[in-house]
């Protein structure tokens, strides 16, 4: 089977962090001996094919080069909000559009798998209106916050998923949120997580390390309450290490933060950490703490779980709501809560069945996002819709 991806965030290079988990889908269906050919906008200037892990890859340019920035850098949203933003996405759009139609006229596509439905799966609906062929679209988290906030969005997303030969989410929370936002039923959005780099969680934490968190530095991660809560934690006579691993906009605020809350003795800002590096990184943690609100799956979360660490989240985390459970090797506190965050921690870091728990969690966990196990979830919906047997 040949399988087309359309995405916005692939890895540029060897090492880049944008759209990994999409990379690792496409190789562990070609793996199963399906070919996958991945269609991501240029960046700068950057555009045709390359053949990486067995993989082709079409660059393509919608744009002068110095204007190829709508892609990798985490703002998109913000950028499509402004005239010379809506224009570049309109561009983009139209051009990953062109190649899925010449490689269907071609017959060499036999499912287009859109990923996030705004701007792929708009490129797989605009394709398919010319020369049909069924197409796939997972929501993966920005896509989802766009329909909250746009009625237009909401209208143009009704028509994207309307003709999708299946919709898929990588969370409940996900599928809730967009069947709330366009008033369709949950269950007809399946939940499909995506593949997690599972050989780099092969050794377990053996505790010792503090408090650990991962993300990008932006407001959404609430990067602030973590350090409320260990600066409480201190003030009551237990200072405990914290390692912040990310960087973004806010990076020196939260530092002059950690200042003010006196705290800097024991807080490290790593900055961001290549994924090869990231187990290293978290290291013998205690404690992974969880902030961040609205989140579309809470990978960050799972991978801790991997190498059996306990982890405290928020409720209104999102999608983290299907990776750490209320007790045992994880605890769920209110959002915004730093009393909260810094009472789990302590509850975690002195029960000693945490450990054990978070490990066997972990286990499970492995399983649900072993690449060669989402892409055989994969393949079947795949063969299902190129034989017309998921919803039209």
């Known amino acids: ?27 562990a269906l070609n793996d199963l001996q399906h070919s ?78 859109a990923h996030w439905w705004i701007p792929s799966g708009i490129a797989a609906w605009t394709a398919h209106r010319r020369h049909s062929c ?37 969370s409940s929370y996900l599928a809730e949120t967009a069947g709330a936002s366009l008033g369709i039923a949950a269950d007809d959005i399946l939940v499909h997580p995506m593949p997690a780099d599972l050989v780099r969680f092969r050794h377990q934490s053996q505790g010792g390390g503090g408090v650990v968190t991962v993300g990008r530095l932006v407001a959404q991660k609430r990067i602030d309450v973590i350090l409320e809560a260990v600066a409480r934690l201190q003030r009551h006579g237990r200072p405990v290490p914290l390692t912040v691993i990310g960087d973004g906009p806010l990076r020196g605020a939260l530092e002059e933060h950690a200042l003010r809350l006196g705290i800097t003795a024991t807080t490290r800002f790593l900055g961001e950490v290549e994924p090869a590096d990231l187990s290293e990184a978290i290291g013998n943690a205690d404690v992974f703490a969880f902030s961040a609100r609205a989140e579309g799956l809470g990978l960050a979360a799972a991978e801790a779980f991997m190498l059996g660490i306990p982890v405290v989240a928020t409720e209104a985390g999102g999608g983290v709501k299907d990776i750490v459970p209320t007790e045992g090797a994880g605890r769920v506190v209110p959002e915004g809560d730093p009393r909260g965050f810094s009472d789990a921690i302590a509850e975690l870091m002195d029960d000693p069945n945490a450990r054990r728990l978070a490990v066997g969690a972990g286990e499970r966990l492995q399983e649900r996002f072993d690449p060669g196990i989402v892409a055989q979830r994969f393949e079947t919906l795949y063969q299902e819709v190129s034989t017309g047997r998921a919803r039209a």
């Not at 089977?1 to 988990?21: L, N, Q, S």
């Not at 139209?94 to 490689?103: D, E, K, N, T, V």
């Not at 009625?151 to 309307?162: E, G, P, S, W, Y």
């Open 134 to 170: 069924p197409y796939v679209v997972t929501m993966h988290g920005t896509d989802v916050r766009v329909l909250e906030q746009s009625d237009a969005a909401r209208a143009i997303a009704r028509r994207v998923l309307r003709k999708a030969s299946a919709v898929t989410a990588v």
């Open 36 to 113: 996958v050919t991945v269609l991501a906008p240029a960046d700068q200037g950057r555009g045709g094919p390359e053949r990486r892990g067995g993989i082709d890859i079409l660059w393509v340019r919608y744009a002068p080069a110095d204007r190829e920035t709508l892609a990798y850098r985490g703002t998109m949203v913000e950028e499509s909000a402004r005239l010379s933003g809506k224009l570049a996405a309109v561009s983009m759009v139209m051009s990953l559009a062109r190649p899925i139609r010449r490689m269907i006229k071609r017959g060499v596509a036999d499912v287009v798998h």
């Open 1 to 27: 089977m040949h399988i087309v991806f359309v995405t916005h965030a692939y890895p540029r290079w060897e090492g880049d962090v944008a759209g990994t988990f999409i990379e690792r889908l496409a190789v």
